[in-house]
């Protein structure tokens, strides 16, 4: 279904009780849309109230599908289905929002294995509608400087190889362990969940896997080293506190963000709080991130759920891992 010129994009929402749903609400009000129906079998979700209290609301996935078709039958239909969502219901509710007239607008991870992808790609030529996903970082003024700068490097020395440590730590609580977020199966798993967008920024630095390892495994932490067309990188992801440097952790933070390319620390901290709209607002242009742009970082993060574990070697050794070990 085209949108009409004259009105302003309509958007249905899943998962609306979770956690990354505001930013979408404030994203759609603030690159002028509007929020026709959301769904989420929680009912706490007085958050509307905050962004568009007139929204239609359902618990039920029949009922809230039922609603989006007959709103097409009466010429009314969304424009996009909005999906926050977990992990494991990405791919079903994308499929939704296809079968419903409408492009899918999905939070990272866009789906939990490759096959997904290609099976999207199918249902896009039958439908004839879109899916997009949220790749922020692309988005990010720090980084889009910095992808300009080493494309510049590049240019000017082809056979240039950056050597790369990428160290992501984010303390969660025992909530953490007993959700949908520590189940493999349903998460994908930590690098999945959590560090899905850090390989997609990676791959849009500095091209294509040719290689991957995978030493540490488990539920708290995830580590390894990647080689790209471009760059070396060390990286570790956790949600252990544990790992957290002691100065700061002397401090009472529990997260730990830290990137470094030729050994010069990349700050991208700030500037996070307009992200979300301005991938909307490019979606909504027509020029929003495909599933072609998504594949690379879901072909990693898949292969780091299923490779045997390889030992370290001098090399290739996050060196956050080395020294609590």
Known sequence: MSKPENRSARFALTGASGYIAPRHM????????QLIAALDPFD??????????????????????????QLRRDGQGI???????????????????LRSGA?????????????DIDALKELEQE?????????????????????????????????????VELSYVTGRGNWYMRSWKNRLEQSGGLATNIGVHFFDML??????????????????????????????????????????????AAQGQRTYRSITVGGEEIEFSG????LHTEVYKR????QGFSLDDTRPAIEIVSQIRNLDLTQPSNETAHPLIGQRQ
């Open 79 to 97: 424009d996009y289905l909005s999906i926050c969502s977990p992990n494991y219901l990405h791919d079903p509710h994308i499929r939704m929002a």
């Open 127 to 163: 439908t004839g509608q879109r899916v997009w996903t949220i790749l922020q970082l692309r988005v990010h003024p720090a980084l889009v400087a910095l992808k300009e700068r080493l494309d510049a490097e590049f240019a000017a020395d082809p056979g240039l190889k950056k050597d």
């Open 103 to 115: 492009d899918a607008l999905c939070e990272k991870p866009i789906v939990l294995h490759p096959e």
């Open 26 to 33: 404030k994203a759609i009000g603030d690159s002028g849309g």
């Open 44 to 69: 706490s979700v007085g958050i509307l109230d905050s962004y568009s209290p007139d929204t239609e609301f359902f618990t039920q996935a029949e009922e809230f599908e039922k609603y989006l078709h």
């Open 203 to 248: 791959v849009w630095f500095f091209g294509d896997m040719q290689r991957l390892e995978v030493h540490e495994r488990s539920e708290t932490l995830v580590s390894g080293y990647l080689e790209l067309e471009r760059a070396r990188v060390k990286w570790m992801l956790s949600i252990d506190t544990d790992y957290v440097p002691a100065e700061l």
């Open 271 to 274: 500037g996070f709080t307009d």
């Open 283 to 286: 979606t909504v242009a027509g």
